[in-house]
Every structure is written in structure tokens, then in C-alpha cells.
């Protein structure tokens, strides 16, 4: 990017990225802009963010509009984050829905999954839960989503180099669900790559992936402004089941919508019921 970017490009960009994945970029975060964005400018042989945006109007919804929304989202991501969803899926929620659903499939959404850590997380927990409580749980399907194609690519693969199975992955789990790849990295097992589908799906759009039991949709609405986080989580209520969990971010809250959630404690942990 050989110019500064102008006040006009900044708050030009600010909104088509809000209009696109529901991104909203504070005041001052022009460095962040331009270093996401250089090697894209570079490749396309664009000088500024202006002609990049003129360039994105002209394309409409096509590849670069893509590029530009993967460059700016967050794939920040590790096994078993913050633990304690983890641990409540565990000894609270697979308990529950094995004695209240008896052979009916359990269906687990995990949203903004980037590159497959969390699905792949709750997939061990299924199965160590399994190997406690032989027949219980015998269906159970999670489906992934992401907005961005290559951390989905990445997820599919499930092959994943050492600096990445040791972020919050202990030894055990990782000579149990693991083994060796081809390539130098560690590649996840079949019996926990079998359950899990992933789809590519932007949280703005309207979508159609049945209804859920468990939607976990942890660390992104914070992204959002306060009537999209409103709107997001008022049709994640619309896709779950009766009686449902919703499980958010550490630093997450529901802000409202008392008619449609009801809010459990943990110790330590909060997650929310569908009413």
C-alpha cells in the first residue's frame, strides 16, 4: 500500500466490511487495515485502499470480496478453549440429553469454528463421554461453520502442525485422537473427523441448517454491533430445539432477550436455555 490511508477510504471500508461479515472496526485501526490488507494490494497491483474498494464495487460478490473479509477475520483459535464450556458439555449437557432424548441424534452447531479446533474439541468430549457410558449417545452429528474458505480447507484436512496440537492440547489426547502425518504434522482420527460437516455460512445471512440441541457461537459477537448481535442471536433461538443450550464467549452476555433465553449457572460457567 504506497499511500496513507484517508479518513474517507477508512470510513469507506469500515462500512462495506460491516455490510459484508458484520465486522465492526473501531476508530484509529488504520494499521491493523493496511497490514491485513498490503500483501492483497500488492497482488492485485492496487495502490491505495480506495482503488481497492472501487475494485470491489466493479466485482460484486466475487473472489476478492472473499479475500478481503478472510484477510480481516479473526481465526484466533486453540483445543479446549477457556475449558470450562468444555467441561460443562461433559458432566452437565451429554448426561442430560442421553437420559431426555434416549436414541434421538444429538446435533451440535459450532459456529465460527475456524480451523476446526472447537468442533474437534467437543468431538473428543463425545468420546471420552462415550467410553463412561457404553450406548448412550450413539448419534451424534456436529455441523461446523465459518465464513472464511481457507480455515474451513484447513479444518476439513484436520492435519495440524506441532505448534498448533500444542495449543491447549494435552499429551494424552493427542496420542489417543492423533497420529502422525505424511507432511510433519498430526492428522485427527476417523472416529472424531467422522462426526464432524463443515459449511461455509456468514452469521448475517439467513440459514438453513435445521435445528439444534447445542449451538455454540463463542468469541464473535463481539465483533458486532449491539443490533447485530440482537439479530444473531434471536435466530440462533429460532434454530434451537426445545429446551436447547446456547453457549457463548468468557466475555460474552446475552444484553436482553429475557422472553427468550433463560440463564444458567455453572460454577464456574454461564450458559443459556432456550425458554
Not at 39 to 57: A, K
Request: charged share 25%; with cysteine; net charge positive.
Amino acid at each position: 500500500m504506497k499511500a496513507d490511508i484517508t479518513p474517507q477510504e477508512y470510513d469507506a471500508f469500515k462500512t462495506f466490511l460491516q455490510d459484508a461479515c458484520g465486522i465492526l472496526l473501531g476508530e484509529n485501526k488504520q494499521y491493523l487495515v493496511k497490514s491485513r490488507l498490503r500483501r492483497i494490494l500488492e497482488e492485485n497491483n492496487l495502490n491505495s485502499l480506495g482503488e481497492l474498494l472501487e475494485r470491489l464495487r466493479r466485482s460484486g460478490r466475487g473472489g476478492l470480496r472473499e479475500v478481503v473479509i478472510d484477510a480481516m477475520t479473526t481465526n484466533e483459535t486453540l483445543w479446549f478453549r477457556d475449558n470450562h464450556p468444555f467441561r460443562i458439555l461433559q458432566e452437565k449437557l451429554l448426561p442430560e440429553f442421553a437420559e431426555r432424548n434416549g436414541l434421538q441424534p444429538l446435533r451440535i452447531w459450532s459456529a465460527a469454528c475456524s480451523t476446526g479446533q472447537e468442533p474437534y474439541s467437543v468431538g473428543m468430549v463425545i468420546d471420552e463421554f462415550r467410553r463412561t457410558r457404553p450406548g448412550k449417545l450413539r448419534d451424534v452429528k456436529i455441523t461446523a461453520t465459518d465464513i472464511s474458505k481457507s480455515v474451513l480447507e484447513v479444518a476439513r484436512r484436520g492435519e495440524y502442525e506441532m505448534i498448533a496440537i500444542g495449543r491447549g492440547l494435552s499429551q494424552d489426547r493427542q496420542k489417543y485422537f492423533f497420529v502422525p502425518s505424511s507432511g510433519g504434522g498430526w492428522q485427527i482420527k476417523p472416529q472424531i473427523k467422522s462426526m464432524v460437516d463443515f459449511k461455509e455460512l456468514n452469521l448475517l445471512e439467513r440459514y438453513m441448517l435445521g435445528k439444534f440441541d447445542i449451538i455454540m457461537c463463542r468469541n464473535v459477537l463481539i465483533y458486532f454491533s449491539a443490533d447485530l448481535k440482537k439479530d444473531i442471536l434471536t435466530r440462533l433461538h429460532a434454530a434451537l430445539n426445545p429446551g436447547g443450550y446456547l453457549i457463548l464467549g468468557a466475555s460474552e452476555s446475552l444484553n436482553g432477550l429475557p422472553d427468550l433465553y433463560e440463564m444458567v449457572q455453572c460454577h464456574p460457567g454461564i450458559i443459556y436455555r432456550k425458554k
